[in-house]
């Protein structure tokens, strides 16, 4: 079964960087679209970044220029550059994947903060 696994959240102050990581087993990696959604509190899940098979990205208008997402096929593993973090960036980040079915990680808690 498919299965992915976040990591790398946690706290950091405004300007900061972190690095998510989603490490996926379960499937075959390198032909599913790769993606990483965000849930602040009371809003509504948001797409920040996908990556295609094909390595083509596309991200969201708040996140261009900031973050970069990237991905490792000899690994199954997929990657979220988060520089010049600010207040708004705070929600939980998820990991995605889809192919023919939508599969989601557990997410992991970004919170940034003086």
Not at 6 to 16: D, F, K, R
Not at 35 to 61: C, F, M
Not at 65 to 72: A, K, L, T
Not at 74 to 86: G, P, Y
Request: proline share 3%; net charge positive; aromatic share 10%.
């Amino acid at each position: 079964q498919v299965q992915l696994v976040e990591s790398g959240g946690g706290l950091v102050q405004p300007g900061g960087s972190l690095r998510l990581s989603c490490a996926a087993s379960g499937m075959t990696f390198s032909m599913y679209r790769m993606g990483w959604y965000r849930q602040a509190p009371g809003k509504q899940r948001e797409l920040v970044a996908h990556i295609s098979s094909t390595y083509i990205t596309n991200y969201a208008d708040s996140v261009k220029g900031r973050f970069i997402i990237s991905r490792d096929n000899a690994k199954n593993a997929v990657h979220l550059q988060m520089n010049s973090l600010q207040p708004e960036d705070t929600a939980v980040y998820y990991c995605h994947a889809s192919r023919a079915y939508d599969y989601w990680g557990q997410g992991t808690q970004v919170t940034v903060s003086s």
